[in-house]
T-cell receptor
Framework: QQQVKQSPQSLIVQKGGISIINCAYE??????FPWYQQFPGKGPALLIA?????SEKKEGRFTISFNKSAKQFSLHIMDSQPGDSATYFC?????????????FGKGTKLSVKP | DGGITQSPKYLFRKEGQNVTLSCEQN?????MYWYRQDPGQGLRLIYY???????QKGDIAEGYSVSREKKESFPLTVTSAQKNPTAFYLC????????????FGSGTRLTVV
């Protein structure tokens, strides 16, 4: 019930291509869905987040698509660049995160080839 | 890292020794968290605290202990009871009133030999 399942585990994309990472959840009480980006040896940094009142949120080249009925959400990176090479984590929490804790997916290692 | 400091960055200890990892913040956030990261395992919650002098166990609290005597500090002790302590440890903070995700520290890599 508390899991967030993330796929794929690793992803290789050519420069300029679209990177797509998917996450699925079971707990219908989840109402906050962030994505984090982590470079080697660093802590994760918040990239973009969505709440279930909208189906899509875009910030620059990064877009979250959210499908409440399917209990799935995904991160799309347009015009992928070598500097986007990192590990990406999806997460989810209840009560907008204010009372509970973020439950993380296992991560996707993205490599963008020049 | 935006007002949250973890130290040291690397830590080596002999098996059977307790070791304490430091996490300090100056953003006046109420909530603090400790996560453990292992390759392919994602981030797993060890302990969290939402107010001073109070904390709760996460999913993998066995072999760890914490304290929250001051709002700005949340140290984690890895005890000799933790069977596999070698990992990357991450501290995070968040506001409880207006939640806008976590801010993570830069992490401590602990190696037990």
């Amino acid at each position: 019930q508390q899991q967030v399942k993330q796929s794929p585990q690793s992803l290789i994309v050519q420069k300029g291509g679209i990177s797509i990472i998917n996450c699925a959840y079971e707990n219908t009480a989840f109402d906050y869905f962030p994505w984090y980006q982590q470079f080697p040896g660093k802590g994760p940094a918040l990239l973009i987040a969505i709440r279930p009142d909208v189906s899509e949120k875009k910030e620059g080249r990064f877009t979250i698509s959210f499908n409440k009925s399917a209990k799935q959400f995904s991160l799309h990176i347009m015009d992928s660049q070598p500097g986007d090479s990192a590990t990406y984590f999806c997460a989810a929490s209840e009560h907008g995160g204010s009372q509970g804790n973020l439950i993380f997916g296992k991560g996707t290692k993205l490599s963008v080839k020049p | 890292d935006g007002g949250i400091t973890q130290s040291p960055k690397y830590l080596f200890r002999k098996e059977g020794q307790n070791v304490t990892l430091s996490c300090e913040q100056n953003l006046n956030h109420d909530a603090m968290y400790w996560y453990r990261q292992d390759p392919g395992q994602g981030l797993r919650l060890i302990y969290y605290s939402q107010i001073v002098n109070d904390f709760q166990k996460g999913d993998i609290a066995e072999g760890y202990s914490v304290s929250r005597e001051k709002k700005e500090s949340f140290p984690l002790t890895v005890t000799s009871a933790q069977k596999n302590p070698t990992a990357f440890y991450l501290c995070a903070i968040s506001e409880t009133g207006k939640f806008d995700g976590y801010t993570f520290g830069s992490g401590t890599r602990l190696t037990v030999v």
